[in-house]
């Protein structure tokens, strides 16, 4: 199924797919870190439950039309994905404020971001993963103006769409992060991972964290929340 390993990152590993040129297996690990690395540990079965939930978004937000390099889930842990090379940008969609917006920018918890805002990062742990601008962006991720702005359309439509899906199953869905890469062809594809170690999930009427800020906080189990995560969206018919 899989050849070498490419590169391995803090919570997947990379490999080849066996016999398939242009794809790759992503194999998702039990490790969690949080504040850029400084706090780690490992949690049994997250990289199952995490390789199931992204596998089912992704599912999801294709059948939306919202392309990504996701083809299939091939296993507990592992899933197909086209190969990209990945652009160097976190683009975070937020609905409400919390997080590093409200330490940043002093904005009070909770408030509404009506429309949704988009922030872009550096993604390079040696600098922390940065704010950055939008020619900042371009200057350091080769990416055009034009692109730049299709990716931030599609981080908005991703929002849409999963704000929606998730809100069928309870849950708020505060704010997020997006990857993308680049296809051989050039075009750009939604990529990497979506679940709960990338978004911020709330229950809709109680507000429990059901996200990796059960950890980042110390204030919950891990596995417990990303179950339960998975528990509803099973309840959904795709
Ligand atoms: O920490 P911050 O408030 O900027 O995070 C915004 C969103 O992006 C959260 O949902 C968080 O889980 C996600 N994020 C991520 N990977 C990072 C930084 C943030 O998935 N390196």
């Given at each position: 199924m899989k050849d070498a390993l490419l590169y391995e990152g803090k919570a997947k590993q990379v490999f080849q797919a066996k016999g398939k040129p242009g794809q790759l297996v992503l194999s998702y690990k039990n490790d969690a870190t949080a504040f850029n690395g400084e706090k780690k540990a490992n949690f049994e079965g997250k990289g199952r439950l995490n390789n199931e939930i992204s596998a089912r978004i992704f599912t999801s937000l294709q059948s939306r039309g919202v392309e990504s390099h996701f083809i299939e889930r091939l296993n507990e842990t592992e899933q197909l994905v086209h190969e990209t090379e990945i652009i160097p940008l976190e683009v975070v969609v937020r609905n409400l404020a919390t997080g590093s917006i409200t330490k940043r920018l002093?904005?009070?918890?909770?408030?509404?971001f009506e429309p949704p805002l988009v922030e872009l990062f550096y993604k390079n742990d040696d600098l922390g993963d940065p704010l950055i601008n939008d020619d900042h962006a371009k200057l350091l991720s080769d990416i055009t103006d034009l692109e730049l702005n299709q990716v931030k359309e599609k981080a908005l439509i991703v929002n849409d769409r999963l704000s929606s899906l998730f809100a069928s199953i309870g849950i708020k869905l505060v704010d997020f992060k997006l990857e993308f890469g680049r296809k051989a062809d050039g075009t750009i594809v939604l990529s990497d991972e979506i679940s709960p170690d990338t978004c911020r999930l709330w229950d809709l009427e109680t507000e429990q964290k059901l996200d990796k800020d059960v950890f980042r906080q110390g204030t919950g189990n891990l596995i417990e929340v990303y179950e339960e995560i998975l528990r509803r969206l099973e309840g959904l018919s795709w």
């Open positions: 002093g904005f009070r918890e909770k408030t509404l």
